[in-house]
């Protein structure tokens, strides 16, 4: 088996092999498992960090309103949120967020970057979840958000659209 172009045995750096292969069994291979983590910046943004812990893929970067967020949660299909008692009330007017296991932890402090506060709670989150797959996330990506109104699949699916 082959784990991000490299062998089970290199990849898991002397972690039990037998461990990850029942983790990434019981993981869904058919959907992104993503994991975000969420953090309060000085600028009144919030810093978002993704991992994907099937694929090892990692994201960060800021959102500057609560809609941006909602719109992102849905376009990550998100499968859980980890995010500091402040940025509880971003979530409100997300229904997407409504039934996501959430886990709530104090922020280390606010950050001019916040999304390097994003990543530092990911990373801390992880460490103690899911022992060793910190590791093995690539290095994070710039996480981009829509300039314009994104139609998620649901409401794609949901949509009539009229020929006139």
Do not use: F
């Amino acid at each position: 088996m082959v784990l991000r172009d490299r062998s089970i045995d290199e990849a898991c750096l002397g972690l039990d092999a037998a461990a990850l292969l029942a983790e990434a069994e019981a993981l869904d291979a058919r959907q992104a498992n993503r994991v975000v983590a969420l953090a309060s910046g000085k600028s009144g943004g919030l810093g978002v960090a993704v991992a994907d812990v099937s694929t090892g893929e990692c994201m960060a970067g800021e959102v500057l309103h609560p809609p941006a967020l909602a719109v992102l949660l849905v376009r990550l299909e998100a499968r859980e949120i980890v995010l500091p008692e402040a940025a509880l009330p971003w979530l409100d007017g997300a229904s997407v967020a409504r039934d996501l296991p959430r886990t709530v932890r104090p922020q280390p402090g606010r950050s001019d970057a916040p999304q390097d506060a994003a990543l530092a709670m990911l990373h801390a989150y992880l460490a103690e979840v899911r022992p060793g797959a910190s590791g093995l996330l690539l290095a994070p990506a710039p996480l981009t958000t829509a300039a314009h109104l994104e139609l998620g699949r649901e409401t794609v699916l949901h949509l009539e659209l009229l020929a006139t």
